[in-house]
């Protein structure tokens, strides 16, 4: 009997282990931490005019390159100008000693009147003889001889003459004058130097307002370059790859080269941009952004907000309810900070920027409502369903 009785009280103490583990294994299981929804970061899709473009690589050139060289040959015997000036067009540069084309000048001059005392002398010698011609007192044969001589001393004169101009174009060349508005760069000679008539370089003078920015295309975007020029004058952005992007500045497409290189499959192109401040400078490479044309109503969302799959670039959308979906995208240009996307998202459209990682579709999310949107909350809300 007292054997029945322990073994009646072990199974009841057993059952009442068992009972206490296993509300002790409910409470647990029902008091577990759940992981708090993903904070995400949310922006709503706008719809914006933006310009479909090509971004490249050029390079400044100036306008207007001159190498000075002298016409005459002499001795330099003055300088006019400091190295890096701006110069005016004809401004003087340099003078080459004038006395040796002073002396010409004064020759030529001096011929000059003697060959028209000569063709006077001819003039008067030819009128006598005109006068006795028809009383036969001289032959035909003296007075054609008279008249040849006035030929010939005119002759001389117009000869005299060419050579006073002459003269007095070489003394003109003695002073070397800047041939266009532009820069000075550093002088080539000195005073006291001897230079050669179209042969010793002097200075190199640069125009650089307007300036000109180079730049190539592949050869795969030349057919829609050459459509929209056909449709009017396109537009380039230029700027120093240290400037903000917001201050490039603004110039027309006025080159476009008629032949593919060869090996590079490139084309050259040429944009103009109004220099008044010389913000650039030949030699200069720059970011050349050519506007093919303006895409209406483009959807933008933040660049962050695409992300990459195996199946293709997505974003999550936030439906009515809260809850994120995920769409599949096609992505446009890069316009600053925001991104195209030509297809998946409609304007107004509130997509996930950043918190992607641990979104679940048509789980719940946080909204961070510290980031733009959501500025007047201080703190996260919850929503979407479970």
């Known amino acids: ?26 409470e647990a299981a029902g008091g577990m931490p759940q992981l708090p929804p993903p904070l995400v970061v949310v922006a709503k899709a706008r ?14 050139t100036a306008t207007e390159t001159v190498t000075v060289t002298p016409q005459i040959s002499g001795q330099i015997i003055q300088r006019h100008f400091e190295d890096g000036a701006d110069l005016k067009k004809d401004q003087l540069v340099f003078t080459i000693d004038p006395r040796p084309f002073k002396a010409q000048l004064d ?10 005392a000569a063709l006077d002398l001819s003039h008067i010698q030819l009128n006598m003889y005109s006068a006795v011609a028809d009383t036969r007192a001289i032959s035909k044969s003296d007075f054609d001889t008279k008249k040849n001589a006035v030929d010939v001393a005119d002759a001389q004169v117009e000869a005299a003459q060419a ?58 975007d030349l057919p829609e370059v050459q459509r929209q020029m056909a449709q009017g004058m396109l537009k380039a952005m230029v700027r120093l790859p240290s400037d903000d992007p917001k201050d490039a500045r603004s110039g027309d497409l006025t080159f476009l080269d008629n032949q593919v290189q060869d090996g590079t499959g490139t084309v050259k192109l040429r944009a103009t941009i109004s220099n008044p401040a010389h913000h650039f400078w030949p ?32 974003v999550y959308v936030l439906k009515s309810d809260g809850t994120p979906e995920m769409r599949s995208v096609t992505l446009g240009q890069r316009q600053g900070d925001d991104i195209v996307l030509t297809h998946g998202v409609a304007a107004g459209e509130r997509v996930v920027v950043t918190g992607q990682q641990l979104v679940q579709p048509g789980g719940k999310v946080r909204i961070d409502t510290g980031a733009p949107e959501d500025q007047a909350s201080t703190a996260p809300t919850e929503v979407g369903k479970p």
């Open 163 to 220: 050579a006073v101009e002459t003269a007095k174009l070489n003394l003109d060349y003695c002073t070397v004058r800047s041939p266009i508005d532009g820069r000075a760069g550093q002088r080539l000679v000195d005073a006291g130097n001897v230079v050669q008539a179209n042969m010793s370089a002097l200075l190199l003078v640069q125009h650089l307002d307007p300036i000109y920015a180079d730049f190539i295309i592949t050869e795969r």
């Open 107 to 116: 020759l030529a001059q001096a011929q000059l009147a003697q060959a028209k």
């Open 283 to 314: 030699g200069q490479f720059v970011n050349v952004r050519l506007i093919l044309t303006i895409y209406k109503d483009a959807v933008l969302v933040p660049s962050p907000a695409p992300q990459i799959s195996q199946q293709g670039p997505y």
């Open 1 to 26: 009997m007292r054997a029945k009785t322990a073994i009646c009280g072990v199974v009841i103490v057993a059952i009442g282990l068992l009972a206490a583990c296993g509300c002790q294994k409910s």
């Open 47 to 60: 719809a914006q005019d933006v310009p479909v473009y090509l971004d490249e690589i050029g390079r400044c």
